[in-house]
């Protein structure tokens, strides 16, 4: 059995040959397009450098930020050293004259504000019938009887 070959053979693509009408459009194409591409470049270059220059700055703020923000440190915890001082002697100040009144009371007689306390509630707990004074000390320090 014979084959046919019932299909016309495909034609082959010839190339065209280049005309001048074909020739001046993609010649104009090209020209357009490296235009283009120069202005896109110098457009990149230009971005390129603002980045630079806003990196650069923003980095400068950043140093100067970080120094003060150093220096303000520097000066709190000075400032808090100098509080602690202050603090740890105003407490000694305030222990030593708790201790001097807790002295002076006890050269007056008064061992203790709460055995006064108790004392004068019971006037008579030693059997006498005698007119019990208190001792009352106001806010300044100066001691006032009733």
């Known amino acids: 059995m014979a084959t046919s070959d ?19 459009p993609v010649g104009s194409k090209i020209a357009e397009l490296n235009e283009s591409r120069t202005e896109l470049l110098s457009r ?11 990196r650069s700055k923003l980095d400068t703020q950043v140093k100067i930020y970080g120094d003060e923000l150093t220096e303000l440190k520097k000066t709190l915890n000075v400032e808090v050293e100098q509080l602690r001082s202050e603090f740890q002697e105003l ?3 305030l222990h030593q004259q708790q201790e001097d009144v807790t002295a002076s009371l006890r050269n007056l007689g008064l061992q203790d504000v709460s055995e006064g306390a108790k004392d004068a509630e019971d006037p008579k707990v030693e059997g006498k019938d005698e007119e019990v004074h ?5 806010e300044n320090g100066k001691e006032v009887e009733n």
């Open 6 to 24: 019932s299909t016309p053979p495909l034609p082959v693509s010839v190339p065209l040959a280049p005309n001048k009408e074909n020739i001046t």
């Open 44 to 54: 990149i270059q230009g971005l390129k450098q603002d980045l630079q220059n806003w």
């Open 91 to 93: 407490r000694g100040t």
């Open 134 to 138: 208190t001792l009352h000390i106001k």
